[in-house]
């Protein structure tokens, strides 16, 4: 099946830095990625669509000068928290489609738990 | 956004008993499916059921899906304590959509 990776699997850091997360299709092209993000013990709330080549679509609430996303290839997806706090803690997951076909449904990564201290 | 509920929210059963999770959303779909997801881990697709269909089996797992009712359900049965995580219905409105999920529920099979 279809393998998506995400980078890093888990990172922590300092209050008020920035922090890169990367979403690849490791086998397709993808012509949309996904964003979630994941609070403990809560369920998946999708943040953002991200169409190769263009900009990314935001969801209700989701902060897009906070949350940069870029889509720079069919392959790679990278999420960007920027200044982070500690309430941006969370698990992020990223998501695929396959380019070219009516395919319906979506690939994920494994997430990437981020700590802000 | 969130597509709807599940119920029940947490659900703890003795291991060898069936577990059934129910799901209900709030717009026509494309497909439905669901998905486990173990603690602090990355998601596993379990099984995908499309809107003209109406019951899907995989193993321990079976699917049921009412359009009219705006619903489905996944029973496992004879749970293991392997199965132990949380659950996700996830619904596609259209061919090229987005997923969303449902607010999960809790299931705990007690060896």
């Known amino acids: 099946g279809a393998v998506v990776s995400q980078h890093p699997s888990r990172v922590i850091c300092k209050s008020g830095t920035s922090v890169k997360i990367e979403c690849r299709s490791l086998d397709f092209q993808a012509t949309t990625m996904f964003w979630y993000r994941q609070f403990p013990k809560q369920s998946l709330m999708l943040m953002a669509t991200?169409?190769?080549?263009?900009?990314?679509?935001?969801e209700q609430g989701v902060e897009k000068d906070k949350f940069l996303i870029n889509h720079a290839s069919l392959t790679l997806s990278t999420l960007t928290v920027t200044s982070a706090h500690p309430e941006d803690s969370s698990f992020y997951i990223c998501?695929?489609?396959?380019?070219?076909?009516?395919?319906?449904?979506?690939?994920f990564g494994p997430g990437t738990r981020l700590t802000v201290l | 956004s969130q597509q709807g509920e599940e119920d029940p929210q947490a659900l703890s059963i003795q291991e060898g008993e069936n577990a059934t999770m129910n799901c209900s959303y709030k717009t026509s779909i494309n497909n439905l499916q669901w998905y486990r997801q173990n603690s602090g881990r990355g998601l596993v697709h379990l099984i995908l059921?499309?809107?003209?269909?109406r019951e899907k089996h995989s193993g321990r797992l079976r699917v049921t899906l009412d359009t009219s009712k705006k619903s489905s359900s996944l029973l496992i049965t004879a749970s293991r304590a392997a199965d132990t995580a949380s659950y996700f219905c996830?619904?596609?409105?259209?061919?090229?959509?987005?997923?969303?999920f449902g607010p999960g529920t809790s299931l705990s099979v007690i060896p």
């Open positions: 996830a619904t596609l409105r259209t061919s090229y959509d987005k997923v969303i």
């Open positions: 059921i499309r809107s003209n269909e």
């Open positions: 991200s169409n190769e080549g263009s900009k990314a679509t935001y």
């Open positions: 998501s695929a489609r396959i380019l070219g076909l009516a395919v319906d449904t979506q690939y």
